[in-house]
DNA sequence: TGTCCAATTCAACAAGCGTTGAATTATGTG
DNA sequence: CACATAATTCAACGCTTGTTGAATTGGACA
């Protein structure tokens, strides 16, 4: 019972699946099942073809994950890093927002990618610590330095400790990413499209009044998220 | 080879491990593993006993994760009820950040249960969300009415939302109990055991700022968490 | 002593997993 | 037209998982 019967329709056509839609695929799945759950016989039939595909464009399926995080990350940190620059002169109130924005931007689509580094985070991230480290680490740096120039500038209570509001703001935001939609519905009478922006909009305002040096100051004009 | 040699030493003395050894196995091995990866077997190996075993005394994995929620869920809710009664006049503040410290003294032992919770939740919490309601709803309820009383007695800003303040509250909690002895000591200088309880406090006292009627007033004094 | 019963183990099941090696095909190039 | 080659599939491997049915044990009670 070492060979079986060799009859079946076989080998196809060249390039009928590259590795961005193999990508596509796993995004969708990871955002499903989770790193673990998530099986590459999914992902395959997600992407209509054979899981031994995916062995022939990555080496393992932490090969793939860590690939579907590299796509994603190098576009959060372009728009942080631009939005840190000193030569930024608007209230900081604005720019801290335009963080959530930012974030709002690129990972809205992205559930999977925010559970799995919530996840893998969470349980200290053995195995693609590096990767994460690697990726994420610029990025809370580039923010870090908006709170930083807010507190040179005024805008910021004396007290704050700038890694710490960092950590708060990214993490609330992810958080509201994920588990607004799914919460605030159950518990308020909102529906799920608009929960999102509420969510963000009231945690901001609380944040702000937490962080800034004159809380009862109206805050300036934020822009609305595209939803 | 239906049967194999009969010969080991078979079935042993009753009540050798009973239901809440078999749960407190579970807890460790949920804690490490999380709701999908954590097997039976391993359980069982925690245990000391045959994965057979477990389902003597529960119907599945499923039912197993559900006792052990079923388990620690009355105490918090317990806590958090006493707290939240009218006749409690203390400040505020100091109400919620006894919030806080009831989620820190039930749930600082137990990361299993956070961050299943926080797993179920975000993916939908599909097939246990019935208990997750039931279990979880009253706690927030009440929370929500330490929001309320604080806003009639004239203690936080008029414009705050109650049920969106309990639930900033809640989730941040909940978050750095898990995330914080990760995070924290990985991008700033904090040895783990500190971390948590700083990362409370800080969180805390930016929390309050946001929502106090009176920002700049001082925090009552507040009770450090029994570390 | 014999009998019942709750507690426990054993052995096996079907299913799913990540992974691999060999076979197959379609295309571009000489 | 032949050939090399990149892209794809097939079939299988060894492993782990949740779950079950039958067998076994030891004490309680008559």
Chains 1, 2 share one sequence.
Do not use: N
Not at 22 to 43: H, N, P, Y
């Amino acid at each position: 019972m070492t060979a079986a019967s060799p009859s079946k329709s076989r080998g196809p056509k060249p390039t009928k699946v590259d590795p961005d839609q193999l990508l596509d695929a796993a995004q969708a799945v990871f955002a499903e099942a989770g790193l673990q759950a998530a099986s590459l016989r999914a992902i395959a039939r997600r992407a209509g073809c054979d899981p031994a595909l995916i062995y022939y464009h990555f080496d393992s399926k932490e090969a793939l994950f860590a690939a579907l995080l590299q796509r994603r990350f190098p576009g959060v940190l372009k728009d942080v890093e631009r939005l840190a620059e000193a030569s930024d002169l608007r209230p900081t109130a604005q720019r801290l927002w335009e963080v959530l924005l930012i974030y709002h931007r690129h990972l809205s689509q992205d559930p999977g990618i925010r559970s799995l580094v919530r996840g893998e985070i969470a349980k200290g991230a053995e195995g693609i610590t590096g990767l994460i480290e690697g990726q994420m680490r610029p990025v809370v740096t580039a923010i870090r330095r908006v709170f930083e120039q807010g507190l040179e500038r005024g805008e910021l209570r004396p007290g704050l400790h700038p890694m710490l509001a960092t950590f708060f703001l990214v993490k609330m935001q992810l958080e509201i990413l994920d588990v607004a939609p799914v919460m605030l519905p159950r518990f308020m009478d909102l529906p799920p499209e608009e929960a999102v922006v509420a969510g963000m909009r009231a945690w901001f305002d609380l944040f702000w009044r937490g962080v800034a040096r004159d809380p009862s100051a109206p805050l300036p004009p934020l822009p609305d998220p595209i939803v």
